[in-house]
């Protein structure tokens, strides 16, 4: 499991800590690469800005993104995934402290493949993290990756 690499896209220090922990804690080592803005994020995906030059083509596993970003915030970061041929497949999870009924609706419209709302617990949230990682990492069968894209 721990060759896929996951693609945290988080601009909270605290939730950044608090992910790492429950991943670490529940036996994830999986890379994670972590997104501090929407814009980074982008640039990570389409290898663009400060990550030009790095291989565009080797796509994370999963995406966990946060809504409430700045720069460019994830409901945005989304609709350009699924805009792009390259990204369109890519497994994105919605982790986010969001209640907003709107959130929900607009991330599944825009092809979100999963919404969490994050527990303020930490071992609750522990546990939901263990159930992503265990779905996105092992159980799901990803759609294969086009060749020459």
Known sequence: MNNKVILLVEDNPDDVDLTLRALKRNNILNEVV???DGVEALDN???SGAYAGCNGSAL???VLLDLKLPEVD?????RRLRADDRTRLL????????????????SYSLGANSYVRKPVDFMEFSEAVRQLGMYWLLLNEPPPVKKGS
């Not at 497994?91 to 609706?105: A, N, Q, Y």
């Open 34 to 36: 972590v997104a501090c």
């Open 45 to 47: 995906l389409f290898a």
């Open 60 to 62: 994370p596993e999963v």
């Open 74 to 78: 994830g409901l945005e970061v989304l």
């Open 91 to 106: 497994p994105v999870v919605i982790l986010t402290s969001s209640r907003e009924e709107k959130h929900l609706i607009e």
